[in-house]
């Protein structure tokens, strides 16, 4: 297992304080010698409490609405419902969770569709086992994680469906809870703009830029500007541009 990185936009990894009550995770994994592995190294964290694990999806769902985890490290393949079925499931019982992808794909329609379905973050199995750790208290913390050639993959996507948005195909109204201005920052995120290239875009500065995308956040519920493009993507913001 190699290294990781935080999905862009977000802030490295902290450690919580010392008096905060432990992270409760819920370990999701088929294969049993794995899962343990997985469940040793958390065990020896003060300020992580493991409060189960299971080896299929259904089980998961079953698992999180009855231990209410904080996070829940989950693989995507598994017999009987698969990690983004039960990541679905999961977000509807249990919405405060925030879900991580720990797998072996590296397939874009799984990253794509584990973000859809609410994963937080989408790492490969090949993250060091001593750098686990920090990203369950950082997803725990409101951060996103994915593995770095992942997130290479989904800046691509956002940008070739950006492109295939600019055709002739009618745009959804924009989210009533968001202004006008926005939801123009908001589109601009999804096609990976960074703060400053949004702000020459509209003519204003990146602490403007800043501060939009924080209310879009907060008001959208979301926690990344990764999430937040997932959002614009699956609910067409982009399409006629």
């Known amino acids: 297992m190699s290294g ?4 862009p936009g977000t802030a490295p990894a902290l450690h919580p304080a010392a008096a905060a009550d432990p992270v409760r995770v819920l370990v999701v994994d088929d294969h049993a010698f794995f899962r343990r592995g997985l469940v040793s190294v958390l065990a020896e964290e003060p300020d992580i409490d ?3 694990e299971c080896g299929d999806g259904d089980d998961a769902v079953r698992q999180a609405a009855r231990l209410r985890p904080d996070v829940v490290l989950m693989d995507v393949w598994m017999p009987r419902s698969s990690g983004i079925d ?3 499931g999961i ?3 249990v919405p405060d969770a925030k879900i991580v992808m720990l797998t072996m794909s590296d397939e874009e329609d799984d ?5 859809k379905a609410g994963a937080t973050g989408y790492l490969l199995k090949e993250i060091a086992v001593d750098e686990l750790p920090d990203a369950v208290r950082a997803v725990a913390d409101g951060q996103s994680f994915i593995n770095p050639s992942m997130a290479t993959k989904l800046i691509g996507e956002f940008t070739a469906l950006a492109r295939r948005g600019r055709g002739g195909r009618s745009r959804q109204a924009a989210p009533p809870q968001l202004t006008e201005r926005e ?3 908001l589109r601009l995120v999804a096609r990976c703009l960074n703060n400053k290239e949004i702000a020459d875009e509209l003519f204003i500065s990146e602490h403007t830029v800043k501060n939009h995308v924080r209310n879009i956040l907060e008001k959208l519920q979301l926690h ?3 999430e937040a493009a997932v959002y614009a993507v699956r609910e067409k913001l982009l399409d006629g541009e």
């Open 111 to 115: 990253l794509f569709e584990a973000l």
């Open 91 to 93: 977000k509807r019982t």
């Open 224 to 226: 990344s500007r990764t």
């Open 4 to 7: 990781h990185a935080p999905a």
């Open 50 to 52: 493991v409060v189960g």
């Open 183 to 185: 939801t123009e920052v």
């Open 86 to 88: 039960a990541c679905a």
